[in-house]
């Protein structure tokens, strides 16, 4: 198994654009002193709607540590992928986040469940975890109601990391479980009880994506209760320690946090639950780059802020399209969407004080944002023209990419606001 580093960060390069933009943010962290690694991540869903291959991701991820002289490990994730879509992130990946929420709930045989219950027989008990407050409870009843709920995804993590196993060979790839995109978080015994089928069935995951409380919606703060997300986050942490003694799981064994880009009212909590317990971390934050790339070329002025504008107007016209696949992580107003005549006829200043992420700026209009941030298949379809801009700006675009990254993100959650 190949090792993972104790605090990785996921970024993403929709365009594959802004890796040494990205990267550059991460060289500043780790020059404060905190080794926090660069994953390079893009799911299946993103290449498809810009139409690019995953080979693009790793080239220009290489091409970043190539021309910075990053020294230390770098990844290249292939984001949420399953059995029917892994195959052409084999030869670029050495990442791979299997997602198996839409296995939850999917029946198993009897035979899997009853081998799953006598593997598994001293589960049952009260556990004094750790950490966490209040002693674990399971019952027979609630450790098979729970298989009943998790082992199909479990096997199905299984069938496909043995798939990858096969293909790369154990040296060459790390291992993400992910169950986030689904209703409801899993509560502290369901994830003690998912990381035990995963061990039984020799999944070495290093990092688990379990559901949390609270809306995580693109490019925009958490919206939830912090004291809660404060909460399930620490016994999330204590059960992952206690998973890794008892079940042999990899001690490398973290948690991820996907959609966390922009999350800035629970980068606190986690520093601090991260500070008090030693855990280490891995966090995706693909989708706030792209806006980056957004307000650049606002910036810039001339034919950038008309690219700005462009996108806008036509993301207007396409919102009820755009937003239809993210309907469930996103919560646009629309009485807050300013026409595109309004818009065309802004500064540069007032479109990136619009878009830019600083909640205390008046101009700050997250409805915008998140329209935008959906919105970029007009990019894509604006091809060449759009690209080419990305290339005239590279130095303001760079600038912005860089300074999101690490003032808004990195520093917070590994140095504190302090
Ligand atoms: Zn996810």
New binding site residues.
Partial sequence: MRRIEKFTFGVGDRFAHQAEAQLRALAQINEQGVEVIPVWNKSNREHLTIGSEPQTTRSAADAAVGNLGWSKAHYVDAD?INLSTVDRFLDSSDFFTLDVADAIGKPCSESDIAAFMSANANLVGTHNIEGIPEPVEITRETMEATANKFLGAVLSAAEIYRYILDKKGAEEFITEV?M??TDSPQTPSELLIILAALAQHKVPLQTV?PKFTGRFNKGVDYVGDVVQFEREFSDDLAVIAFAVKEFGLPDTLKLSV??GSDKFSIYEPIRRCLAKTGAGLHI?TAGTNWLEEIIGLAEAGGEGLEMAKDVYAKAYEKRAALCEPYATVIDIDESKLPSPEEVNGWSSEKYVATVRHIQSDENFNPSVRQLLHVGYKIAAMAGDDYLNLLKKYEDIVGKNVTENLYDRHLKPLFLGSA
């Fill in positions: 949420h992910s986030d995109e994506a996907h959609s995706k």
